[in-house]
């Protein structure tokens, strides 16, 4: 091992001064009301407002010398899909020709479960946010694209330094049996069964750092399915805490030089609800495929470590954050060095490969095993203790969803062949079977493995569990020799989960999801085995099948904004209801406007909501010290009436200790659309209360 170090160390000295590094920050958030939240498959839950926004983090590499350049960005939102991600490379074409393409941007969803959907094409992802959502689609598209340009501008020479540390009290495995299944053998070889390392490379120039990239496994689902305010969750939250430390306390969220993202990776079976299932009620311990609930109604999920959904984010992200802020202040490996990337589509059903072995770690070339059409197993329909019962589908006649009941009957039944592949899976959804109205679930996957000096990076179109990524990792460091590996979670398209074979087995949620079947993660070993060799010999592979493109077929049956209307006697911005004069440290100010609706307008960086500070009476000088994307505040929005067209917004701001005393208030910010045509800026404020 010291033998290889060694030769890392020469390279990284020997081309320490080609590589370039620009960061970039963009505000992505999608619109804010009445869009179904992707994540949780809940039908009832939509936006009705902003508590953190979303933001895309881009880090654009360059290997002068081979004038390789890398694109990695980490998206607040739950995953990526194929038509977001053409879409911004078509666009960073049409600004820098092939200098950016489909082999070198990979573009990683957090994962959060608090932020609208309806972006993702294939139909069984947007079926629950009532089908496609342009608005969504185009805010995610201007985001990503911004970031990126931001970064592109700022390229300058850098060096890499990689650090870890462990996180033992912020995760669990949400399905422990299914780990269990592992051979014993391998689970020997770990601690935990779940990973605790956050591994961090940071970016640094003239020492000073640049940027952060951090990877921790857990789901961003501190924020549980009854949550309407769109979210970043615990990891988005990270981000911000990470970005106000090393940009200073005053900067606003998304305005920072310094750009810190918390990025997915093999979080597929790990939850951050450290308290563990218990049932609604009686809070007794549960299990959603046991029952032990036996109250009538009663639900088992798993909730904690704080007293509601909001303290449990912030303990987690909290968490997360301290660990990242101790790696960074401690020396790190120096892993500067070459660049390279290789890229393919493939056809996931169409795959034939060799078993692997994670006993042996070896592949048994003797053995063959293929992957299947797509198909949904019936645990996936009782969602996870993460978010119960997601999806009503068994009693399928009496849903609440309008697109489900008109498309339910197009479901094509699984063949024979079917059957026997995805065993002992009971199929509940033949997604790969129905053609009506369009793909159900991807059969075309990405996969993408960068070298960045001394890191190897495998960027995966899903969720591998914990056990799975553990075993990818292993794969990809083998065959590179590399000391570091990561893999970047939910990227560029989204096909469910990758359990292992054997967690396949005990088909709980995360493997009835894993929709290619039983040898869906053999596939990937293999492929990733491919794919690191081309990095490591600089050979080229063949760009695989082009994933098909429904763009003309898309349905949608989100309603549009109709108009907008003031009540009699007021108009937009009009405070309706004025804060308490005087406040303290800890206190919730809070006041209510007339409003537009918010999807008149994306605002992206222009905020609906700020709370202002009087630096100077005789000027009327006021200074925003928060925004709608601070911890601190929620923007919340209610339609009055669909048919007057009326809404309010109520604006609230916790005044955070350490606040100074002063003049304070409270700034909204909207579009109305009015009833003849035209979408009109407004704004308003409340009278001024004192914080002491
Ligand atoms: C900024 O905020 C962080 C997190 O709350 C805190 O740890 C740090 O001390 C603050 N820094 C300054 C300079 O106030
Ligand atoms: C979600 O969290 C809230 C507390 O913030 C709690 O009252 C509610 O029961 C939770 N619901 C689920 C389904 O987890
Ligand atoms: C995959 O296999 C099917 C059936 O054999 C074939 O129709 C299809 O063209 C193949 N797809 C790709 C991308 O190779
Ligand atoms: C490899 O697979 C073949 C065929 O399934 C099997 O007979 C053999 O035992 C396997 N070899 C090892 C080392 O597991």
């Known amino acids: 091992m010291s033998r290889l170090l060694a030769a890392w160390c020469a390279l990284a000295c020997a081309c320490a001064d080609a590589l370039r ?30 508590h953190l926004r979303q933001f895309a983090r881009a880090f654009v590499l360059e290997d002068e010398e081979s004038s390789t350049r890398i694109v990695f960005v980490s998206v607040d939102a739950a995953m990526m899909g194929n038509g977001v991600r053409k879409e911004v490379i078509k666009r960073l074409q049409k600004r820098y ?64 330094e990689y650090g870890e540390t462990e996180i033992l009290d912020a995760n669990i495995n949400r399905s422990p049996t299914s780990y269990l299944r592992n051979p014993p053998e391998e689970r020997a070889k770990y601690q935990y069964d779940v990973d605790k390392t956050l591994a961090q490379v940071r970016f640094l120039a003239g ?25 970043s969750d615990n990891v988005g939250y990270a981000s911000l805490l990470c970005e106000k430390a090393l940009n200073g306390n005053t900067t606003l969220p998304g305005k920072g030089r310094v750009v810190c993202a918390f990025a997915s990776t093999n979080l597929g079976d790990v939850s951050p609800n450290t308290r563990g299932p218990r049932c609604e009620f009686s809070r007794a311990r549960c299990d959603q495929e046991r029952l032990l ?12 470590p704080g007293r509601d959904m909001f303290e449990s984010t ?15 202040k401690q020396p790190g490996e120096d892993l500067t060095g070459p660049l390279g990337i290789v890229h393919q589509f493939v056809a996931m059903p169409n795959q034939t490969v060799s078993p692997y072995d994670p006993v042996t770690e070896t592949f048994n070339e003797t053995a063959k095993v293929s992957g299947c059409l797509p198909a949904m197993g019936y645990s996936f329909a ?30 094509a039944e699984p063949t024979k062949d079917d059957i026997e592949c995805h065993a002992p899976k009971p199929i ?118 082009q994933p098909p493109d429904f763009s003309e077929l898309l349905i949608t049956l989100v309603p549009p904004v109709l108009w907008d209307a003031a009540p009699w006697g007021k108009e937009f911005g009009d405070c309706v209801r004025q804060p308490q004069p005087q406040h303290g440290w800890g206190d919730v100010v809070s006041a209510a406007f007339v409003s537009g609706h918010p999807r ?64 304070y208030r409270i700034h909204h910010y909207g579009n109305y659309k009015y009833i003849l045509g035209g979408i009109y800026p407004y704004h308003g404020f409340s009278d001024s209360f004192e914080v002491t």
């Open 600 to 663: 008149n307008s994306i605002r992206h960086g222009r905020w609906y909501a700020t709370i202002e500070r009087l630096e100077s009476e005789q000027d009327d000088a006021w200074t925003i010290v928060a925004t709608d994307a601070d911890w601190e505040t929620k923007y919340i929005w209610i339609r009055n009436s669909k048919i007057m067209g009326t809404s309010t917004a109520e604006i609230e701001w916790e005044i955070p200790e350490g606040t100074p005393p002063g003049t």
């Open 97 to 160: 020709g092939e200098l950016y393409n489909e082999h070198n941007v990979i573009l990683s969803g957090t994962h959060t479960h608090s932020t609208p959907g309806g972006f993702l094409m294939d139909f069984l992802f947007d079926l629950p946010i009532l089908g496609f959502v342009k608005e969504t689609y185009a805010a995610y598209i201007a985001g990503i694209l911004r970031s990126i340009v931001v970064a592109h501008t700022n390229v300058q020479p850098a060096k890499m």
């Open 207 to 231: 020492g000073e750092v640049l940027g952060v990239i951090n990877w921790f496994a857990v789901h961003p689902t501190s924020m549980n399915n009854t949550n309407r305010l769109i979210s």
């Open 21 to 50: 590094v620009g960061v970039g920050i963009a505000d992505v958030t999608g619109p804010p009301a009445e869009i179904g939240f992707m994540g949780y498959a809940n039908f009832e839950q939509t936006g009705h407002g902003i």
């Open 382 to 411: 009782a969602g996870t203790t993460d978010g119960p019962g997601a999806f009503d589908f068994t009693q399928g006649t009496t849903t609440s969803n309008p697109l489900w009941n008109a498309v339910r009957d197009f479901i």
């Open 293 to 304: 609930c036996t109250l009538p109604k009663e639900r088992c999920f798993a909730s904690g």
């Open 428 to 545: 509940l959804l033949a997604t790969g079977r129905a053609k009506f109205p369009y793909e159900w679930q991807p059969r075309v996957v990405s996969c993408t493995v960068a070298r960045i000096g001394g890191l190897f990076l495998a960027a995966v179109p899903g969720e591998f569990t914990t056990m799975s990524g553990r075993r990818l990792r292993s794969v990809v460091a083998k065959t590179s020799g590399a000391k570091r590996v990561v893999l970047a979670g939910l990227s560029n398209i989204y096909s469910d989960y990758i359990a292992t074979p054997e967690e396949y087995q005990a088909q709980r949620y995360e493997a009835a999801s894993t929709i290619f079947g039983p040898h869906t993660l053999d596939i990937y070993l293999n492929k990733y085995k491919e794919l690191t060799d081309a990095v490591l010999k600089g050979s080229a592979v063949s760009p695989g099948p």
């Open 314 to 328: 912030r303990i987690i992200a909290t968490k997360m954050f301290d660990a990242a802020m101790k790696v960074l």
